[in-house]
């Protein structure tokens, strides 16, 4: 099993909602990632998590907040988001032990109205 | 910080052709480097990376070069199929930045049949 798979694909969501996305992963990898990415731009790192534990937070705003229940699992709660928090977030995984292939899910497409 | 540039935002190729890809990127403690496939819907997909201590790989279809002098490296498809057609992204990343990689701003590949 070489994929990594996101839920859900889509989502809508007013902006005093909460919700949260979920990305798992069975291939052992023991880092796990959180990116957005907004139309036509490159995908931009939120966070790290290297073996359950966050490793890199890159100044993302409190109203998201990662979780990492287990190695495969990496949920991103989402609350009180902005119109301009719509994007696609990707989840990715790659073996732990420095710089090597991340592997990508197909993304959530978000729209916060 | 790492800046990390495409030289063309839009390449057209006659379907056959080579295509060739470039990025720039300007942090020069960068020893990691990665081309991702991005097709419209989907995440990011691995095609190739390379170390500094190489200035050049091969895979299937594909070769990356790496120029450390001039902070420049590339991408070059042979054979350019209308399967190719998609967003290519370089990546960069360091050692010292275990698992923190910078994307670049994409190139989209137009292959003409």
């Known amino acids: 099993d070489t994929e990594v798979t996101q839920t859900p694909k889509h989502l809508v969501m007013g902006m005093t909602n909460k919700k949260s996305l979920k990305c798992e992963q069975h291939?052992?990898?023991?880092?796990m990632y959180w990116y957005k990415q907004k139309a036509k731009k490159p995908p931009e790192l939120m966070f790290v998590?290297?073996?359950?534990?966050?490793?890199i937070n890159e100044s993302v705003p409190s109203r998201f907040s990662p979780e990492c229940p287990n190695s495969s699992l990496l949920n991103l709660h989402l609350h009180a988001l902005q119109p301009e928090d719509s994007a696609l977030y990707l989840c990715?995984?790659?073996?732990?032990?420095?710089?090597?292939?991340?592997?990508f899910g197909q993304g959530t497409r978000l729209t916060v109205v | 910080g790492e800046s990390v540039g495409l030289h063309l935002p839009t390449l057209s190729v006659q379907e056959g052709d080579n295509s060739i890809i470039n990025c720039a990127y300007s942090?020069?403690?960068?020893?990691?480097f990665i081309w991702y496939k991005q097709e419209s819907g989907k995440g990011p997909q691995f095609i190739i990376d390379?170390?500094?201590?190489?200035d050049k790989r091969q895979g299937q279809r594909v070769t990356v070069l790496l120029n450390k002098t001039v902070k420049h490296l590339s991408l070059q498809i042979a054979a350019t199929q209308p399967g190719d057609s998609a967003v290519y992204f370089c990546?960069?990343?360091?050692?010292?930045?275990?698992?923190?990689?910078?994307f670049g701003t994409g190139t989209k590949l137009q292959v003409i049949p």
């Open positions: 291939m052992g990898h023991r880092a």
């Open positions: 390379i170390r500094s201590n190489m």
């Open positions: 990546a960069v990343g360091n050692s010292g930045g275990y698992q923190k990689v910078t």
């Open positions: 998590y290297s073996y359950e534990k966050l490793s």
């Open positions: 990715a995984s790659s073996p732990s032990g420095g710089n090597t292939e991340a592997f």
């Open positions: 942090n020069s403690a960068s020893d990691y």
